[in-house]
């Protein structure tokens, strides 16, 4: 089993910042990609940031400049800072990891989502 958890959501003004944290833990062999996805009311999921294992990294256009993805490879941990927040960022963050478990079995796996509400 893996399992991921996402923290750091909250309420902003526009302009502000957000830090969030993404947790993976359980039976994980080895995680090759892990990214920050979002859904807007209305709108469909839509990629945010992908870490790539390699160190790529890769942002949505509308974040670009603002955004940064981390990854600690050793904690399986992954952050998104985000900066000068509009109101347009407003959305469910999901965290996603794709690895093998200790079995060698492939996985996707997606957190809860934490909410980030931006407000004018």
């Known amino acids: 089993q893996v399992q991921l958890v996402e923290s750091g959501g909250g309420s902003v003004h526009t302009g502000g910042s957000l830090r969030l944290s993404c947790a993976a833990s359980?039976?994980?062999?080895?995680?090759?990609?892990m990214g920050w996805y979002r859904k807007a009311p209305g709108e469909e999921r839509e990629l945010v940031a992908q870490s790539f294992s390699g160190g790529r990294t890769k942002y949505a256009d509308s974040v670009k400049g603002r955004f940064t993805i981390s990854r600690d490879n050793a904690k399986n941990t992954l952050a998104l800072q985000m900066n000068n927040l509009p109101p347009e960022d407003t959305a469910v963050y999901y965290c996603k990891a794709d690895g093998f478990d200790s079995a060698w079995a492939p996985f996707n796996m997606w957190g809860q989502g934490t909410q980030v509400t931006v407000s004018s």
């Open positions: 359980g039976s994980i062999g080895s995680i090759s990609t």
